[in-house]
């Protein structure tokens, strides 16, 4: 059983990937970008509660989103993979992630980190803002502040893996076919 954690900054295209991975491998897709704002959608106590965090583009705390995680995790009897978007953001939540897993006897196969630069990431967020309709794609700076607050937080997830060897930089910078075949190259040696 693999499970993937698909890593990498706000637009780094980590949605564009995860519905081509689930295709391709049959990964139960995990993200908690998608959970929250599905529990906001329908107005849940969950999406009330995250909704004020998400708009200003700051994190959710990690009580709330890893009792949420583990939440749906359980839901999946004999899955064949699990492909983890968005999730861990904080090295509580990959600590929080390692020891359920290890719970369950699983653990994280490896982590691929979508490498993109600031200026591309921004320039995406604010096109995908025209369409997407999210609250959080629609300034420059609750652009900036998501930014700045992965570079803060999210980004010693990174090192958390790379201690353990998993960590796998993908360049996600090109066309998304290009991106996708090198992920698949990625995940299918294990
Ligand atoms: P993006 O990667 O483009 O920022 P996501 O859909 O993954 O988009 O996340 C949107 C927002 O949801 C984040 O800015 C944050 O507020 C919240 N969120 C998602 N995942 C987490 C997480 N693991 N921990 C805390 N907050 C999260």
């Given at each position: 059983?693999?499970n993937?954690?698909?890593?990498?900054?706000p637009?780094?295209?980590?949605?564009?990937q995860?519905?081509?991975?689930?295709?391709?491998?049959?990964?139960?897709?995990?993200s908690?970008?998608?959970?929250?704002?599905?529990?906001i959608?329908?107005?849940?106590?969950?999406?009330?509660?995250?909704?004020?965090?998400?708009?200003?583009?700051?994190?959710?705390?990690?009580?709330?989103?890893?009792?949420?995680?583990?939440s749906?995790?359980?839901?999946y009897?004999d899955?064949?993979?699990?492909?983890?978007?968005?999730?861990?953001?904080?090295e509580?939540?990959?600590?929080?992630?390692?020891?359920?897993?290890?719970?369950?006897?699983?653990?994280?196969?490896?982590m691929?980190?979508?490498?993109?630069?600031?200026e591309?990431?921004?320039?995406?967020l604010?096109e995908?803002?025209?369409?997407?309709?999210?609250?959080?794609?629609?300034?420059?700076?609750?652009?900036?502040n998501?930014?700045a607050?992965y570079y803060?937080?999210?980004?010693?997830?990174?090192?958390?893996?790379?201690?353990?060897?998993?960590?796998?930089?993908?360049?996600?910078?090109?066309?998304?076919?290009?991106?996708?075949s090198?992920?698949k190259?990625?995940?299918?040696?294990f």
């Amino acid at each position: 059983m693999k499970n993937i954690v698909l890593f990498g900054p706000p637009g780094a295209g980590k949605g564009t990937q995860s519905e081509f991975l689930v295709e391709e491998f049959g990964f139960i897709h995990l993200s908690t970008g998608d959970i929250f704002r599905y529990n906001i959608l329908n107005k849940t106590d969950l999406g009330v509660l995250a909704k004020k965090y998400m708009d200003e583009g700051r994190l959710v705390p990690d009580s709330l989103t890893i009792d949420m995680l583990k939440s749906e995790f359980v839901k999946y009897v004999d899955p064949l993979g699990f492909l983890f978007d968005g999730f861990p953001r904080t090295e509580a939540q990959a600590t929080a992630l390692d020891r359920f897993l290890a719970q369950e006897d699983l653990r994280i196969t490896a982590m691929l980190g979508l490498e993109v630069p600031d200026e591309e990431l921004m320039s995406r967020l604010l096109e995908r803002g025209k369409v997407s309709g999210r609250p959080d794609d629609a300034n420059s700076e609750v652009i900036k502040n998501r930014l700045a607050i992965y570079y803060k937080e999210t980004a010693v997830v990174q090192r958390h893996y790379e201690n353990q060897g998993k960590y796998i930089a993908v360049n996600g910078v090109g066309s998304v076919k290009q991106i996708s075949s090198v992920l698949k190259a990625e995940i299918g040696q294990f």
